[in-house]
């Protein structure tokens, strides 16, 4: 294994060379950190939204690249936000002192609202009394509302007031590498791992849907705790009975304790977190000019704070106290960027492949089995609301379809739409993450 360090130190090199403007270089790779590399992935952190969209978008073939004429070999380089990075860095092992580091997520400076209060509350119900309060605990709601904030707060404080317990915070995808690394191999390690905890937390756990190797191994799993009063703690983006391609059995036993959801946080609630933002920052500004923040971003926390953290880097670089023009001005980039996004055909179709987790070219195939039909007309219909393209040119997309098969398609979802609770929430969502991605 390669020295992290190391390693990304001479493939910024390379990147250094091929970026001709030192600004650029400074503004969008300096403030990358390599956060470590499993198999044949590699992990890299970046502060903003706007900095993952940036690199994603127009740099990520670049370092994947560098990373190759250094190592000789070709990593999938995965980007994520500051602040998940935690979920990411391996932890260490010492059984004398525990540390997740994720110690600033707390109960104490997590904001609550009416669009969290219940689930604020279960959480410390769960963290006083692990494995006998309500069992499991099913956190939902979209991206950047506080979901992994409440997950850590419970297992920090199991950690500081029930120190001899054994708690394990694991992202699904990780649960899943894991799983398949240990396959072909000596499988106990692994169960060891995940069945002799007293508490274990996995993030984002739609994630193992529709894999059945995966999921197999967690209804086990799960089982091996639950019958043991150990507590689990899981987080999703939608509840259990919405989870596209998760089996009955997991879907059912998800719901066995407490589902609870987190809505966007409502104005106050806005107000709240960025005055805690300052506060923790020691960062002088007007509430005058946190109110406007909090009435022009309203989706996700993340977007907030990413806002905000964008007035303060300028605030400090420039130095100067932040003032109302700053931030209109912050704004308005804000809301360029997400205007001068053009959705496509081939986004459309990478994300509903995503949310069902099939393969792209099977929503383009020509197979009509029923787990592929629904995804194949609700890409369609998108295609329809979403681009300008019209009937003919939607079926190209669609291995070469003719309009009246597009048009019957729309009209399919259309009808199925009056009645179909759960094919709404599909595409809600599909059209939200979109607009935003």
């Not at 130190?9 to 091929?18: D, G, L, P, T, V």
């Not at 791992?193 to 739609?206: E, N, Q, S, T």
Request: glycine letters at 4%; hydrophobic letters at 35%.
């Amino acid at each position: 294994m390669p020295n992290l360090n190391e390693l990304w130190s001479k493939a910024c090199e390379y990147i250094r060379e091929e970026i001709l403007s030192p600004v650029t270089y400074k503004t969008w790779i300096e403030s990358i950190v390599p956060l470590k590399i499993d198999e044949d992935m590699l992990y890299i952190s970046v502060p903003t939204e706007i900095n993952k969209r940036m690199i994603e978008q127009r740099y990520l073939e670049l370092i994947r690249n560098s990373v190759l004429e250094v190592t000789g070999r070709k990593y999938t380089i995965v980007v994520v936000l500051d602040s998940e990075k935690d979920n990411y860095v391996e932890q260490t092992k010492n059984p004398e002192k525990k540390d997740n580091g994720n110690t600033k997520y707390t109960f104490d400076n997590f904001i609550v609202g009416n669009s969290n209060r219940f689930a604020h509350a279960a959480s410390l119900a769960v963290a006083e009394s692990p494995g006998t309060a309500y069992n499991p605990i099913f956190i939902w709601g979209g991206v950047g509302l506080g979901k992994t904030h409440l997950m850590h707060a419970i297992e920090n404080y199991i950690n500081e007031n029930q120190p001899k317990l054994k708690t394990l915070f694991v992202p699904a995808e990780t649960f899943m590498v894991e799983l398949i690394n240990s396959m072909g191999k000596n499988t106990e390690d692994f169960r060891q791992k995940y069945r002799y905890v007293d508490a274990l937390f996995v993030d984002d756990i739609h994630f193992i849907a529709g894999k059945v190797a995966t999921e197999e191994e967690f209804f086990n799993t799960f089982n091996s705790l639950f019958e043991a009063g150990k507590q689990i703690i899981l987080s999703s983006d939608r509840p259990p009975q919405e989870i596209p391609n998760l089996a009955e059995r997991l879907s059912s036993r998800f719901s066995w304790g407490i589902l609870c959801d987190i809505q966007p946080p409502d104005y106050e609630t806005r107000v709240a977190i960025l005055k805690q933002k300052a506060k923790d920052q020691n960062i002088e500004i007007d509430t005058e000019i946190l109110m406007y923040i909090a009435d022009n971003i309203t989706m996700n926390i993340r977007e907030l704070e990413g806002v905000f953290r964008t007035l303060s880097a300028y605030s400090g670089f420039v130095n100067t106290k932040i003032t109302m023009e700053m931030a209109e001005d912050a704004i308005k980039k804000y809301h360029s960027i997400i205007a001068e996004k053009v959705i496509t055909p081939t986004m459309i179709i990478d994300a509903v492949a995503k949310l069902y987790r099939i393969k792209e070219d099977e929503i383009t195939s020509q197979r009509r089995t029923k787990e592929l039909v629904v995804p194949r007309h609700i890409s369609i219909y998108l295609c329809k609301n979403l681009t300008e393209l019209s009937y003919n040119k939607i079926g190209e997309y669609f291995g070469g379809r003719d309009h009246t098969t597009i048009i019957h398609a729309i009209r399919k979802v259309e009808s199925d739409l009056k009645t179909d609770e759960r094919l709404k929430n599909d595409i809600d969502k599909l059209t939200q993450d979109l607009k935003r991605s």
